[in-house]
């Protein structure tokens, strides 16, 4: 009887584990979209409240730098007078959650607009949030660049 219980055990707990509907599904869009909005101003504090300090990110050129290595580049870029300014947004959310740990992957639209013109850079960006104290953080972010349809050009 013992056995048959383990073999019952053994193969129901791995149901356990996969993917559950994200009950935090609202509260992590609301910070990806919080976020990006920080982003499109360069909101220091919004990048330290996003970004783990163990964060792993590898960016689309295939650089990796971690949290101390972006708040430096946040704090030094500021916004460029003069230039014109990237308002970034998020497109077909996806969220899976597995506990305290949550995989958030979504198409990263960042919209330019110079004078009359208006280009779009895509990226299909997936982050990995942990909850900690209570508050979800990135751990790990993956950006990768959407290429260009045939026939337009390279951005």
């Known amino acids: 009887m013992t056995r048959l219980l383990l ?3 053994a193969l129901v707990l791995p149901l356990h584990l996969h993917a559950q509907a994200a009950p935090d599904s609202s509260e992590l869009t609301q910070l990806l979209k ?3 909005a920080g982003a499109s101003r360069n909101d220091a504090a ?3 409240r996003f970004w783990a300090e163990d964060l792993i990110y590898t960016g689309s050129g ?3 730098r971690g949290k101390a290595e972006i708040m430096e580049s ?17 497109e077909d959310i996806r969220i899976q959650q597995y506990g305290t740990t949550a995989i958030v992957a979504f198409r990263l639209v960042g919209t330019t607009k110079e004078g009359e013109a208006t280009e779009a850079s895509n990226y299909l960006n997936t982050g990995t949030f942990l909850k900690r104290d209570g508050k979800w953080q990135v ?6 660049k959407v290429p260009a349809a045939e026939g337009e050009p390279q951005k």
Do not use: C, I, S
């Not at 751990?139 to 990768?144: F, H, K, N, S, Y």
């Open 7 to 9: 073999l019952v055990v």
């Open 139 to 144: 751990v790990a972010w993956q950006a990768t």
């Open 62 to 64: 295939g650089v990796r």
């Open 46 to 48: 919004m990048h330290n």
């Open 34 to 36: 919080d976020f990006l």
């Open 74 to 90: 946040v704090r030094k870029e500021g916004p460029a007078e003069g230039e014109p300014e990237t308002v970034y947004g998020a």
